[in-house]
């Protein structure tokens, strides 16, 4: 009996320990998750310094780094439709210092890329929505159009003859077209350029007739008269062009494309630290100062939780893979 009493203190002498060593070894781990954040906070941005994607990194990061108490550093690794950017944040600590700014292009390219190696529920999860914009259907004003129904007739009557600008083969602007044809069962030929700007120059020019474009490039154009605004693309009026109706409006209902920008972070980024990031985003973009910030870029606060920018996001996904599968494209 006195082996069995000794057997059994050992036994309770080794599960203290043992919860001992446990404790110390978490213990420092929900300190910093608590404490979080320590240090400066690194945002990769997959695309080159000006665009839509690194204006709002800059507006966003400024003012989440005082909230956080901390530094926040954009970082811009260019190259590969943002690929090069993703797959770098995709293999990074899950620690909350290391994030993605996303944009439209992220969930285009986990279709578009064959071999893409960081997707949202793999290697990457949620964080928050950020901003979002639509685009405008333009036109050159020598083309008789002065509506969507006036456009789908005039592409009926002469299928393929109507050339559109496109700033790059999965571009925003390409497949937002695209999805227009499929809708409204159209075919208009795109013309590939290497960027916005060079697309809308020959646009002003009339050796192309018609763009999905972001707003605020083509805005003063249209209030000039030098380009005729058709519709707005969002499931709204947009508050730059609120004389404008949207493209669901003027006979596609259910067309929906906004160019919208969110924050990504490694899978297995400790939940306490992603509410952290999501509430601190969240006070940012309610401010009023932050609004006028972003509006001056085009862009309206997308405020919503990690929940609901993980479905978002996948529903993104999901939309343009139709298009790009339809329309046969892949960059690799």
Not at 124 to 135: F, I, Q
Not at 261 to 272: D, E, F, K, N, V
Not at 275 to 281: D, K, N
């Amino acid at each position: 009996m006195r082996g069995a009493g000794l057997l059994h203190r050992l036994r309770v002498v080794r599960a203290a320990m043992l919860g001992c060593l446990i404790a110390a070894a978490v213990a420092p781990q929900a300190l910093a998750q608590a404490n979080y954040p320590t240090k400066p906070i690194r945002i990769m941005v997959g695309f080159a310094a000006g665009g839509p994607a690194d204006i709002i990194a800059r507006v966003v990061g400024g003012k989440l780094g005082e909230i956080l108490g901390q530094q926040v550093v954009i970082e811009n690794r260019a190259g590969a439709g943002g690929t090069l950017a993703t797959e770098a944040v995709a293999r990074s600590d899950a620690d909350g210092y290391t994030l993605l700014m996303t944009p439209l292009a992220n969930a285009v390219n986990e279709t578009l890329f064959k071999n893409v190696r960081a997707k949202v529920g793999e290697q990457l999860m949620a964080v928050a929505p950020l901003a979002e914009t639509a685009n405008v259907l333009v036109v050159h004003p020598s083309l008789d159009v002065k509506s969507v129904s006036d456009l789908i007739a005039l592409a009926k009557s002469k299928p393929g003859d109507i050339l559109y600008a496109s700033a790059g083969r999965g571009t925003a602007t390409h497949l937002t077209s695209e999805l227009f044809c499929m809708m409204a069962g159209v075919k208009l030929t795109p013309v590939q350029y290497r960027g916005g700007g060079e697309a809308a120059k020959d646009l002003l020019s009339g050796q192309v007739k018609v763009m999905f474009s972001s707003i605020a490039p083509v805005l003063e154009h249209v209030k000039s008269g030098s380009l005729r605004g058709i519709a707005t693309t969002g499931p709204k009026r947009d508050a730059a062009l609120p004389d404008l109706p949207t493209v669901a409006e003027s006979g596609l209902p259910g067309f929906d494309v906004r160019l919208w920008i969110g924050l990504l972070a490694p899978s297995g980024t400790p939940r306490p630290v992603i509410e952290r990031l999501s509430g601190a985003l969240t006070q940012a973009l309610a401010i009023p100062e932050m609004k006028n910030a972003l509006a001056a870029q085009g862009f309206d606060p997308l405020i919503g939780t990690p929940e609901q920018f993980d479905t978002f996001y996948r529903g993104e996904v999901e939309k343009w893979a139709k298009v790009i599968q339809a329309v046969g494209l892949t960059a690799e």
